[in-house]
């Protein structure tokens, strides 16, 4: 066993990346679809969205051909929304609450719907929005993820200069860096990033980390506000013996090496273990498969009930031929010549009498060895505590804290997103960005004047 690049062919990896969810082919098979919604009236799915887009209304459009006017509804919610129409997992959100489920039927397509109008709109460079003459203040936003585009655009359309501090070289956040490769493409990612600058008026500024390059005084002296949008830091730990030998990866690492370099540059275990149940660890379990590990094993120490990914997200997993140990917790790990040979994992039971919404593990006193040749950590991602507490911010375990209108306890500094929240959707990093910026525009008293109505032409396909 060993770890080794260049287990597939050309072919071989362009079959196993490709886009796991195709879209509509035309505008005929997006009509067909869109004419099945019910259009309901307080429609369930739009409370379902973290930004509240108003699905009846932008399937409507798409249903009288209003193409442009269905984008520039998803839009004015989420201008992330032709990246979340791909990662959302639209399973508990939108498509979870559609009332098609009540009827035992089909829940209507609505990411896929959703998809259609924002990659037409994205690729044509559709001008929905136009930002009004400047006000003179100037807002820097730190990380150009979802929840600091979101922020910029909203400021930005109001007449706010914006500046982003990215660390990375591109912006996104974790839809370019942190998802799966079959979901988004780098490409598209791009395409995106360049679509929300377009308004105007944003700078992004790449190779700035915070607490190295950048720092919180001189952006609190140069800029009227200052929004925090930096997300979450490194994988937890597990703290067990064995865990500094060679072969263990953090998927986070793991999934932003697949993200930027090309398929057989990246290196994989032939049989490999992957701890954790959440979206990521999914991620790495179906990409490490499609690199050519021969045998991939997620490993989870509660039961399938308590997994915090998606029904939907698993069944990925098990089609790419993953296997599931449920109920094993890490022990040991093991190696040879100072790498990864085999994972020893405690055995657990759930206790339902300590008080909490999940079941507690406890060891039951067995054990299990798998042969291992690479181990990859999907145990969630811990805030910056360092870096917070340095800045003297008010916090919970490095989790920044903020008031209603995501204001910190520093004066004029305002956060939102992962760094606040501690690690949830994509969708859920867009929606605070938009409220931080709702909150920055009053503590900067500049009054949001309604855009002028957009005149939308029918276009048709």
Known sequence: MAISEGRLSKEGYNSNFQDINPPFENYTAAAVEANRCLFCYDAPCMKSCPTSIDVPKFIKQISTENIKGSAHTIFS???????????????????GACVYNLLEEEPIQIARLQRYSTEIAIRERWGLFTRKASTGKKVAIVGAGP????????????????TIFEKQNKGGGLITYGIAAYKVTPEFCQEEVDYILSIGGIEIRYGQTLGKDIFLNDLEENFHAVFLGMGVGLTR??????????????????IYDIRTKPFEKIPVGNKVAVI???????????????????????????????????????????????????????????GFEGKVNSLICDLMS????IPGDRRSPKPTGQTIQLDV?????????????????????????????????????IASIFAGGDCVNGGKEVVDA?????????????????????NEPLIINPLKL
Not at 302 to 324: F, H, V, W, Y
Not at 382 to 395: A, Q, R, S, T, Y
């Open 77 to 95: 919610s989420n201008i992330m929304g032709g990246g979340c129409s791909k990662v959302c997992p639209v399973e508990k959100l939108c498509e």
């Open 147 to 162: 929840a600091g585009l979101s922020c910029a655009h909203v400021l930005s359309r109001e007449g706010v200069d914006v």
């Open 237 to 254: 730990k597990l703290g067990i013996p064995g865990e500094e030998l060679n072969g263990i990866a953090d998927a986070i690492d793991f």
């Open 276 to 334: 954790g149940m959440g979206m990521t660890a999914i991620d790495a379990a179906t990409q490490a498969k499609r690199l050519g590990a021969e045998e991939v094993t997620l490993v989870y120490r509660r039961s399938q009930a308590e997994m915090p990914c998606t029904e939907t997200e698993l069944n990925i997993a098990k089609l790419d031929g993953c296997k599931i140990i449920w109920q094993a917790a890490p022990r040991e790990i093991t």
């Open 350 to 353: 759930l206790d339902s009498s």
């Open 373 to 409: 040749d690479m181990i990859i950590k999907a145990t969630g991602q811990l805030p910056f505590e360092e870096l917070v507490d340095k800045n003297e911010f008010i916090h919970k375990s490095g989790r920044i804290m903020v008031d209603d209108q995501h204001e910190t306890s």
């Open 430 to 450: 867009v929606q605070a960005g938009k409220e931080s910026a709702a909150g920055i525009l009053n503590f900067l008293k500049v009054i949001p004047i309604p």
